[in-house]
């Protein structure tokens, strides 16, 4: 299983998750699923954020109205529906941002969607943007050190990490790993 980040997505998901930096966004994953062979695939053309999020240092309260009318807009939409959503987890004092979901995020999964989560953390040292061997992508920016990580849940509940296609991230990130100290 693969979740596929456009460049539009990728900055959607970035933004969002600084501009409230230290508390938590969300927002909504728009795009399509694909199926290659036996192999599903998600696109996510846009990471929408959500405006009506109630936020919080922990958690993010939905709002299930205005989520139905997102919904029903993209209906008109060939081709993109809502196949998911994200948030971020954030540094909080020393305890470093989990990449994992909480129970809470769990019971919210439905296993037709993708969910990503995105982790921020204060920048130690610059590294470049690579994928990692748990399918997650992580890089810094001149402030801020990211990790998304993408999640399907089976049928019985049980969360799963969907590897990340993001080729964007590497041109943007591609510079020289500088040593420091
Ligand atoms: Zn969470």
């Known amino acids: 299983m693969v979740t596929y980040i456009s460049q539009n997505a990728f900055w959607g998901l970035l933004i969002s ?9 969300f927002g909504l994953l728009i795009g399509y699923r694909d199926r290659k062979g036996p192999d599903e ?24 109205r ?9 209906e008109s939409i060939p081709h993109l529906s809502v196949i998911g959503d994200f948030h971020s987890h954030t540094m909080w004092g020393y305890s470093r941002a989990a990449s994992h ?4 995020d769990v019971a ?11 982790s921020v953390n204060d920048r130690l ?5 690579s994928y990692n061997d748990n399918g997650s992508l992580s890089g810094t920016t001149d402030e801020h050190h990211f990790r998304l990580t993408a999640y399907t849940v089976t049928a019985s509940g049980e969360p799963r990490r969907s590897s990340i296609l993001c080729p964007y991230a590497f ?6 790993i500088r040593a420091i100290r």
């Open 17 to 25: 998750a600084v501009e409230v930096y230290k508390r938590e966004c």
């Open 41 to 64: 695939m998600y696109i996510v053309e846009h990471a929408l954020p959500y405006q009506s999020a109630g936020r919080a240092h922990k958690g993010v309260v939905n709002n299930p």
């Open 66 to 74: 205005a989520h139905k009318r997102i919904e029903r807009f993209l």
């Open 101 to 104: 979901p909480s129970e809470t």
């Open 108 to 118: 919210g999964m439905k296993p037709e969607n993708v969910y990503v989560i995105v």
């Open 125 to 129: 040292r610059e590294v470049p943007w």
């Open 171 to 176: 041109g943007f990130g591609a510079s020289p």
